[in-house]
């Protein structure tokens, strides 16, 4: 079955170091893939995704590249900040554009703790 | 973007009771929502799928008996746990699904804490 794998956490950085937090994932077929937040206390947003080979999802300075050839999309920030202590959820979809049952399917999750 | 609300946030309640937990679409209509577990440092559970008018679909080793799932209208559905037991005690998160113009996309509600005591 579909699986995605993640680095474990906590990760521990000093404010405006580089991110990087893996994540490697298994699928039949081509899957979409996320990025998720968590804040404490609070629910998942989505932070980020891309939906096919080469595509790179992007937003509050969060990269993250969807590369088939290692089955990877690791997430990537070039300066990190105190605010962006979290936990990041990778994910991944089949078929999302024709919904039907499709669920997502997490990583277990790696949190991120920024210090000044 | 789309919001997802849970209400209550936190419910504390007594071993043998039963809890009802709320997921509304504000903004958007969800033929399709999803109920999720989350355990302390852990990912999310996938519990059930709950479609509109129909009956839930739940995932193997959920007990369709123990919580049960309503999804009466696009913008409401209700996961109840009943009889329930300290080993409830969980974050259940809800999660309703949009058609995008890029296609379906899942807004997540911020969660509701259970404890059992």
């Known amino acids: 079955g579909d699986s995605v794998t993640q680095m474990e956490g906590p990760v521990t950085l000093s404010e405006e170091a580089f991110l990087t937090i893996n994540c490697t994932y298994t699928a039949t077929g081509y899957p979409s893939l996320f990025w998720y937040v968590q804040y404490p206390g609070e629910g998942l947003q989505l932070l980020l995704k891309a939906t096919k080979a080469d595509d790179k999802g992007s937003n509050k300075g969060f990269e993250a590249t969807y590369r088939k050839e290692t089955t990877s999309f690791h997430l990537e920030k070039g300066s990190v900040q105190v605010s962006d202590s979290a936990v990041y959820f990778c994910?991944?979809?089949?078929?999302?554009?024709?919904?039907?049952?499709?669920?997502?399917?997490f990583g277990t999750g790696t949190q991120l703790k920024v210090e000044l | 973007g789309a919001v997802v609300s849970q209400h209550p946030s936190r419910v504390i309640c007594k071993s043998g009771t039963s809890v009802k937990i709320e997921c509304r679409s504000l903004d958007f209509q969800a033929t399709t929502m999803f109920w999720y577990r989350q355990f302390p440092k852990q990912s999310l559970m996938l519990m059930a799928t709950s479609n509109e008018g129909s009956k839930a679909t739940y995932e193997q080793g959920v007990e369709k008996d123990k919580f049960l799932i309503n999804h009466a209208s696009l913008t409401l559905s209700t996961l109840t746990v009943t009889s329930a037991h300290p080993e409830d005690s969980s974050f259940y998160i809800c999660s309703a699904r949009d058609l995008t113009d890029e296609g379906y996309e899942q807004y997540f509600g911020p969660g509701t804490r259970l404890t059992v005591t």
């Open positions: 994910a991944l979809i089949r078929n999302v554009l024709t919904g039907g049952g499709n669920k997502l399917t």
